[in-house]
């Protein structure tokens, strides 16, 4: 064989054996490990809101209804409790939501939701979405959560609030956005943080809590100094003429924000009081004082 005929013969199997191009066309991104474990249950079922399926009472929490035949399917694939359910909708940029179970007795193919999931989702009723279980749930020992208004933190009692609601929830996670209703008003909070983890339960645990400030909170600008008026030494201000003094008609404000009315009111009571009881001592003392005026009385002697 000559030499031409070898180097040619060389470059034919180099050919054959360069993959190269092969490689380049080869998506190997499926082959990549995933932290988050491939889901044991997974579902794509149409949404319905939880109110008009059973008691309005059921918007308050993070329960969701499923059909019977996922509960056998969880029994088959024998998943952990608590469940924890992961909800993702077919939208671009969606932020999943995480749910627990309250009932299975929903129509096979619908699944039942509170209504602030919709919202969360960005869904309306009858979208499909995909409904999978969450895996390696830890109970959780912080969260922080930022309101979106500031009415919340404005009410008397918010930690013991939060606390009482936060009951009906299975779980939370990191950069959803949940809702709770107190006296018929539903407050909305961001999920800013939880550990361990993105996803934390909230069954039989210490959770400690942290606020962030809320989203249509301002922080109040400072005067400088520049709005004390300055009155020149040696001129008194004039009063204006045809205005007479009438103490006590400001209006009254109060620290804790509570109405003002009553304190005034009492206030003003007091001072009434006071001026009757001033003006009783002056008429006394326009009495001409005479001294020895009085009956004497002897110790020890009868009187007759």
């Known amino acids: 064989m000559s030499e031409s005929e070898s180097s040619s013969d060389n470059s034919e199997r180099e050919s054959l054996y360069d993959n190269s191009e092969w490689e380049s066309s080869y998506d190997n991104s499926e082959w990549e490990s995933n932290p988050e474990p491939r889901p044991l249950f997974q579902e794509v079922l149409r949404c319905f809101p939880i109110k008009a399926y059973k008691n309005p009472n059921h918007e308050v929490g993070d329960k969701i209804i499923l059909p019977s035949s996922s509960l056998y399917q969880i029994y088959e694939q024998r998943i952990k ?38 919202q969360n989702l960005g869904i309306e009723e009858g979208d499909n979405i995909v409904v999978s279980n969450a895996s390696n749930v830890l109970k959780g020992f912080y969260m922080k959560l930022q309101p979106h208004t500031k009415a919340f933190t404005e009410l008397s009692d918010p930690r013991a609030v939060l606390e009482k609601v936060l009951r009906e929830f299975t779980c939370l ?50 005067d400088g100094g520049d709005s004390i008026k300055k009155i020149d030494r040696g001129k008194e201000p004039k009063e204006e003429e045809g ?10 404000r109060r620290l804790d924000g509570k109405n003002p009315v009553a304190a005034v009111v009492e206030l003003l009571s007091e001072v009434v009081i006071g001026e009757k009881k001033k003006r009783s001592g002056k008429e006394e003392v326009k009495e001409e004082f005479k001294t020895f005026t009085g009956k004497s009385r002897v110790l020890g002697v009868p009187q007759f």
């Open 173 to 222: 996670g990191k950069g959803s956005t949940i809702a709770i209703k107190y006296n018929r008003v539903d407050f909305y909070f961001d999920v800013l943080d939880v550990n361990p983890g993105d996803v934390i339960t909230l069954i039989d645990t210490d959770c400690e809590v942290e606020f962030a400030p809320p989203l249509d909170y301002v922080e109040p600008q400072s």
């Open 81 to 118: 409790f608590p469940l924890v359910f992961k909800l993702q909708s077919f939208k671009e940029a969606a932020v999943p939501s995480y749910s627990g179970v309250l009932e299975f007795d929903a129509e096979e193919g619908n699944v039942y939701l509170p209504g602030w999931i919709f």
């Open 243 to 252: 205005k007479e003094f009438r103490p006590f008609i400001g209006k009254g």
